[in-house]
Antibody, heavy 121, light 107 residues
Framework: QVQLVQSGAEVKKPGASVRVSCKTS????????INWVRQAPGQGLEWMGW????????NYAQRLQGRVTMTTDTSTATAYMELRGLTSDDTAVYYC??????????????WGQGSLVTVSS | EIVLTQSPATLSVSSGERAALSCRTS??????LAWYQQKPGQAPRLLIY???TRATDFPPRFSGSGSETEFTLIISRVDSEDFAVYYC?????????FGQGTKLEIK
C-alpha cells in the first residue's frame, strides 16, 4: 500500500533552516509528483510547492520563493523540503502529499502524517 | 494567484440534515477543483476531484458540482462522522491554492 512517512518534530530558532523528509513506499516513486502543504496552528492549509520526482522540476508558492527548496532522492524514494530564514510565522505542521496520477495533479489522495516545526527563540 | 473563497465559515447542522458548502474562485478554473475533509489531528483526506468525482473512500451521500468559478459540496444526510473542516483546492494553475475552509459542526 502507498505510504508516506515523514520525519519527526523539530524546534528551530529564528533565522535557522529546517529540512523535512518524506519517505515513500508502495508505488513507483518517479511516476508521481510530490506536493508540500503546511498548516499553522488553528489555521487553514497552505500549498507550498510541488516537485516532479521524474526530472526534479519544481513549482513554488510565490511567497516562499527564495526560502524554500524541494528535492528528491530517487535511490531511497524520499522527498525533502528545506525552508530557510525561519520566523515564528513558519511554525506549522508540514505535510507531503502525492499527486493522484502520473503527470496528474488532480488532487492529493495520499498524505504523510505531518511534521510539526516550531520556531521559537 | 487564484483566490478561493469558501462559505460559510461555519455551518451548524443536525445529523440527518442536508449540508451545502460553497467555494468560489477568483478566475475560471474549468472543473479543476478538489475537496478535502480534515478532522482534528489528522491529515486532510481527498474527498472529491474534478469538481464532481468522489474518491472511493467516501459514501454516496457526498457529492460535488459546479464549474468555472462556482462550486458546491453537498452532504445529503449528514452523519456524525462527517463533522470536520472541509477545504476546496484548485489545481488549474500554479500556484495551487486552498480555500480557507468551512467547519461543519453539530447543531
Amino acid at each position: 500500500q502507498v505510504q508516506l512517512v515523514q520525519s519527526g518534530a523539530e524546534v528551530k530558532k529564528p533565522g535557522a533552516s529546517v529540512r523535512v523528509s518524506c519517505k515513500t513506499s508502495g508505488y513507483t516513486f518517479t511516476r508521481y509528483g510530490i506536493n508540500w502543504v503546511r498548516q499553522a496552528p488553528g489555521q487553514g492549509l497552505e500549498w507550498m510547492g510541488w516537485i516532479s520526482t521524474g526530472n526534479g522540476n519544481t513549482n513554488y508558492a510565490q511567497r516562499l520563493q527564495g526560502r524554500v527548496t524541494m528535492t528528491t532522492d530517487t535511490s531511497t524514494a524520499t522527498a525533502y523540503m528545506e525552508l530557510r530564514g525561519l520566523t515564528s510565522d513558519d511554525t506549522a505542521v508540514y505535510y507531503c502529499a502525492r499527486d493522484r496520477g502520473f503527470e496528474d495533479n488532480s488532487g492529493f489522495p495520499f498524505w504523510g502524517q505531518g511534521s510539526l516545526v516550531t520556531v521559537s527563540s | 494567484e487564484i483566490v478561493l473563497t469558501q462559505s460559510p465559515a461555519t455551518l451548524s447542522v443536525s445529523s440527518g440534515e442536508r449540508a451545502a458548502l460553497s467555494c468560489r474562485t477568483s478566475q475560471p478554473i474549468n472543473s479543476n477543483l478538489a475537496w478535502y475533509q480534515q478532522k482534528p489531528g489528522q491529515a486532510p483526506r481527498l474527498l472529491i476531484y474534478g469538481a464532481s468525482t468522489r474518491a472511493t473512500d467516501f459514501p454516496p451521500r457526498f457529492s460535488g458540482s459546479g464549474s468555472e468559478t462556482e462550486f458546491t459540496l453537498i452532504i445529503s444526510r449528514v452523519d456524525s462522522e462527517d463533522f470536520a473542516v472541509y477545504y476546496c483546492q484548485q489545481y488549474h494553475d500554479w500556484p495551487f491554492t486552498f480555500g480557507q475552509g468551512t467547519k461543519l459542526e453539530i447543531k
